[in-house]
T-cell receptor, first 114, second 113 residues
Framework: NAGVTQTPKFQVLKTGQSMTLQCAQD?????MSWYRQDPGMGLRLIHY???????DQGEVPNGYNVSRSTTEDFPLRLLSAAPSQTSVYFC?????????????FGPGTRLTVL | EDQVTQSPEALRLQEGESSSLNCSYT??????LFWYRQDPGKGPEFLFT???AGEEKEKERLKATLTKKESFLHITAPKPEDSATYLC??????????????FGAGTRLFVKA
């Protein structure tokens, strides 16, 4: 199993550009989520999904869109990039989304918005 | 509001020098507490889940304990390969009816040979 994979690993955008961060898992997990990690602030939840076709907002959803058309994939879209979105983004998955399920994280995407 | 605070922010140890990392939390109805390890440039990796006060779990040189207000990650005789950031987290009900995981900012551990 590859686990949770993310692409790209690094990305530089100009303010106002849009892009999609890709996330895929091959563990047949129902629950997937996106976090951003900023220095001194820990991981913050952006959006999550409890299964194909079902998504919901986390703590910091503004400026981001998600969709979940398959169990395996959970892309994160930046609609119009802003410097405040410079961060490291992590995708995670867990078996069923049970409140104490173990989450498995991808390697991250480091995004810089100029 | 549910909150997780970790201390210290950074900890420098000599190889073999045991110590503890602290995680204090404020959450309505604790359902569990997680510890993760994160190496530079990588995603967090699961270490432990503790479910109730008094519970302890061990893995190699690490032992996690839980009280009603805080958790400790004890590191016994650390080695340089234990150098990493250790994250603490708790599950929290989201206002939309789902749940979210609240993470602390982490403790960066440096172990010198």
């Amino acid at each position: 199993n590859a686990g949770v994979t993310q692409t790209p690993k690094f990305q530089v955008l100009k303010t106002g550009q849009s892009m999609t961060l890709q996330c895929a898992q091959d563990m047949n997990h129902e629950y997937m989520s996106w976090y951003r990690q900023d220095p001194g602030m820990g991981l913050r939840l952006i959006h999550y999904s409890v299964g194909a076709g079902i998504t919901d907002q986390g703590e910091v959803p503004n400026g981001y869109n998600v969709s979940r058309s398959t169990t395996e994939d959970f892309p994160l879209r930046l609609l119009s990039a802003a410097p405040s979105q410079t961060s490291v983004y992590f995708c995670a998955s867990s078996y069923s989304g049970g409140i104490t399920d173990t989450q498995y994280f991808g390697p991250g995407t480091r995004l810089t918005v100029l | 509001e549910d909150q997780v605070t970790q201390s210290p922010e950074a900890l420098r140890l000599q190889e073999g020098e045991s110590s503890s990392l602290n995680c204090s939390y404020t959450v309505s109805g604790l359902r569990g507490l997680f510890w993760y390890r994160q190496d530079p440039g990588k995603g967090p990796e699961f270490l432990f889940t503790l479910y109730s006060a008094g519970e302890e779990k061990e893995k190699e040189r690490l032992k996690a304990t839980l009280t009603k207000k805080e958790s400790f990650l004890h590191i016994t005789a650390p080695k340089p390969e234990d150098s990493a950031t250790y994250l603490c987290a708790v599950p929290s009900r989201a206002y939309t009816g789902g749940f979210k995981t609240i993470f602390g900012a982490g403790t960066r551990l440096f172990v010198k040979a």
